[in-house]
């Protein structure tokens, strides 16, 4: 049974602007996530984490933000760049099951 | 860095032949990697959990007398898949823990296997 979901298969957005990828959770005992983002034909590349002791994390453009008691985390990009155009999937570590992602479009 | 490789990136392959994938974690020790496989559009699923020494854990719904999988060694994994038919044509894609502390995965560029 899925326990990390993200319910929005896809996003479009324009260059210079945000994108918010969200991601939920079911399983409270989940206590460290991880974004990875995708091209075609390619292995998933590790992108930024975040433990359940924090309630944010921020590398360059990408910021994680984690809300616990609603299960649900969420994913920053900003500035958005056309090069950020990918499918982004959220994990938990405790879950090798990944979710069915979100694919980024961004708009020059 | 964490570097996986994996070999073939491509293959094609005539039904009823069986094809081996390996996944070599090219600068670190892996206890364990993972298999996933890639449909067309959507999302990884995850075939099983490769551990060095042992067996390897099938999530449900994948055959393990079809989908092989050995972990010989800390730096090598392979996936066999036994029999081959069309729709086991996919993009398979490995990944390995480096186990130091992180949670992160490697993963490996990828196989695309075409079953004719």
């Known amino acids: 049974d899925q326990q990390v979901k993200q319910n929005s298969p896809s996003l479009s957005v324009q260059e210079g602007r945000i994108s918010i990828l969200n991601c939920d959770y079911t399983?409270?005992?989940?206590?460290?996530f991880l974004w990875y983002k995708k091209y075609p034909a390619e292995g998933p590349t590790f992108l930024i984490s975040?433990?359940?002791?924090?309630d944010k994390n921020e590398d360059g453009r990408f910021t994680v933000f984690l809300n616990k008691s609603a299960k649900h985390l969420s994913l920053h990009i900003v500035p958005s760049q056309p090069g950020d155009s990918a499918v982004y999937f959220c994990?938990?570590?405790?879950?090798?099951?990944f979710g069915a992602g979100t694919r980024l479009t961004v708009k020059p | 860095g964490a570097v996986v490789s994996q070999h073939p990136s491509r293959v094609i392959c005539k039904s009823g032949t069986s094809v081996k994938i390996e996944c070599r974690s090219l600068?670190?020790?892996?206890?364990?990697m993972f298999w996933y496989r890639q449909f067309p559009k959507k999302s990884l699923m995850l075939m099983a959990t490769?551990?060095?020494?042992?067996?390897?854990?099938?999530e449900q719904g994948v055959e393990k007398d079809k989908f092989l999988i050995n972990h010989a060694s800390l730096t090598l994994s392979t996936l066999t898949v036994t029999s081959a038919h069309p729709e086991d044509s996919s993009f398979y894609i490995c990944?390995?823990?480096?186990?130091?502390?992180?949670?992160?995965?490697?993963f490996g560029p990828g196989t695309r296997l075409t079953v004719t």
């Open positions: 990944s390995a823990y480096k186990g130091t502390g992180s949670y992160e995965q490697y």
């Open positions: 600068d670190f020790q892996a206890t364990t």
């Open positions: 399983n409270s005992m989940f206590d460290y």
């Open positions: 975040i433990s359940s002791i924090k």
């Open positions: 994990a938990a570590r405790n879950d090798m099951r």
């Open positions: 490769s551990n060095e020494g042992s067996k390897a854990t099938y």
